[in-house]
């Protein structure tokens, strides 16, 4: 069963830093490209990062561009997003998604993507 998992959120006050893991089971990462979105309360699902399947390639949202930082250890078959200097406006929910191979990101934000996680909440409080 080809599945993905979040893991990483939590509470953090503004200015704080955390990372986020997306790890995949029932199939290899090798070549997919990888999303990451999120989904505030009373907001659509929005693109936030996505890097290519062979993490050559990386895009940011512009709200977060200098910010986060988008990563992957295939051997892990795992993607990161690290996420500094958050803002109380980045708490969301946040999934990855992947995308198979031979599609890239350059079209992420259209969250065509065709496996996806569950989630998991970010909350930057003070």
């Known amino acids: 069963q080809l599945q993905l998992v979040e893991s990483g959120g939590g509470l953090v006050r503004p200015g704080g830093s955390l990372r986020l893991s997306c790890v995949a089971s029932g199939f290899t990462l090798d070549n997919y490209a990888i999303g990451w979105f999120r989904q505030a309360p009373g907001k659509e699902r929005e693109g936030v990062s996505c890097?290519?399947?062979?993490?050559?390639?990386?895009k940011f949202a512009d709200s977060v561009k200098g910010r986060f930082t988008i990563s992957r250890d295939n051997a892990k078959n795992t993607v990161y997003l690290r996420m500094n200097s958050l803002k109380p406006e980045d708490t969301a929910i946040y999934y990855c998604?992947?995308?198979?191979?031979?599609?890239?990101?350059?079209?992420?934000?259209?969250?065509?993507?065709?496996?996806w996680g569950q989630g998991t909440q970010v909350t930057v409080s003070s």
């Open positions: 998604a992947a995308r198979l191979p031979g599609y890239t990101c350059l079209d992420y934000s259209t969250l065509r993507f065709d496996y």
């Open positions: 890097i290519s399947g062979r993490g050559t390639a990386t």
